[in-house]
Structures are given as structure tokens and as C-alpha cells.
């Protein structure tokens, strides 16, 4: 038979054919790179700096400046840095999330090394209430209608922000 195509194809060969497609659907062709994001800090440097003795010159001069410091504590250096891909809707899925917080004394001598990742963070709730802020219940009229009277046409007699008549 001359031009076996599509639907007219032998089943195997269609099955074969579905077969392949849905092998290559899993294929990391497909798939998003993954993104970098933050200050991944290196274990190798990281290895190298001893609490009680190094400082903050060292840290810096190791790991570079930190991602973050703690928001009421300014010797809580925090080194933050995520791996995430994108799926569907390009929604980013975290793949690993890695933080190292260090601790240093009022001197700037580190004292802490504490590292935490993905299985450390906690689940957090978005809340749906909305805070509601005073002025924005006008109608649309009386929007509308609000300004009218408030602003003059340019001239000699015109009022610039509220205040006085100009000369």
C-alpha cells in the first residue's frame, strides 16, 4: 500500500509514534533552566572562617557583603540564596533555598555560623482581609463633581495649592 500516512498508518506505528512524543515531553529540553538567586555562599570560604576569631573584614573578604542584616540586630548577617525554575503559569518553583546567618559580639568578632535550608523554612498563610483606608468610599459622582470650583484658570487672580490670591 503507497502512502500509508496519519490516521491510515499501521496502529503500532501510530502507538510507537505516541510513544516517542511522550518520552520526548519529559525531556529536560522542555524543561526551564534553573535560576540562581541570591549570595550562594561557598562552603570551601565558608570552612575557613573560625568563630571567636574571625571578623567582620574576614567574612566580608570571603563572602563578599551579605544579602541581608537582621532587620533589629545589626550583627546578624544573613547570606541568602534560592535555586528556582519555572512552571506552569511561570509560577518559580524553589528547588533549594539555602540562608547563613552569621553572629558577631559589639566587637565585630564573629561568634555564630548557623546554616539552614528549604526543610527549615515555614509555611506561611497570605491573608484575604484588606486594610481600609480613609478617603476612598466617593461615589464616582462625587469624584466627578468633587474638583469642580476647587481650581481656577490661569490669570492674575488664580490661587496656586490653596493659598492665597498671587499679586
Known amino acids: 500500500?503507497?502512502?500509508d500516512h496519519g490516521l491510515h498508518a499501521p496502529a503500532s506505528r501510530r502507538l510507537a509514534l505516541l510513544?516517542?512524543?511522550?518520552?520526548?515531553?519529559?525531556?529536560?529540553?522542555?524543561?526551564?533552566?534553573?535560576?540562581?538567586?541570591?549570595?550562594?555562599?561557598?562552603?570551601?570560604s565558608?570552612?575557613?572562617?573560625?568563630?571567636?576569631?574571625?571578623?567582620?573584614?574576614?567574612v566580608q573578604a570571603l563572602l563578599g557583603t551579605p544579602t541581608a542584616k537582621a532587620t533589629f540586630?545589626?550583627?546578624?548577617?544573613?547570606?541568602?540564596?534560592?535555586?528556582?525554575?519555572?512552571?506552569?503559569?511561570?509560577?518559580?518553583?524553589?528547588?533549594?533555598?539555602?540562608v547563613v546567618i552569621l553572629t558577631f559580639n559589639q566587637q565585630g568578632v564573629l561568634q555564630n555560623i548557623e546554616k539552614l535550608d528549604k526543610g527549615d523554612s515555614l509555611p506561611t498563610t497570605i491573608s484575604s482581609r484588606t486594610t481600609p483606608s480613609p478617603g476612598t468610599e466617593a461615589s464616582f459622582m462625587q469624584q466627578l463633581f468633587g474638583n469642580i470650583g476647587r481650581f481656577s484658570p490661569g490669570g492674575p487672580q488664580s490661587t496656586v495649592g490653596g493659598g492665597a490670591p498671587s499679586p
Open 1 to 3: 500500500m503507497n502512502g
Open 46 to 58: 565558608l570552612s575557613e572562617l573560625v568563630p571567636g576569631t574571625s571578623t567582620r573584614a574576614d
Open 73 to 98: 540586630d545589626d550583627n546578624r548577617w544573613l547570606y541568602i540564596s534560592q535555586v528556582t525554575r519555572q512552571r506552569i503559569a511561570r509560577v518559580p518553583g524553589v528547588l533549594s533555598q539555602n
Open 19 to 44: 510513544a516517542a512524543l511522550f518520552l520526548l515531553a519529559g525531556c529536560s529540553f522542555f524543561e526551564a533552566q534553573p535560576i540562581n538567586r541570591g549570595n550562594k555562599v561557598d562552603p570551601d
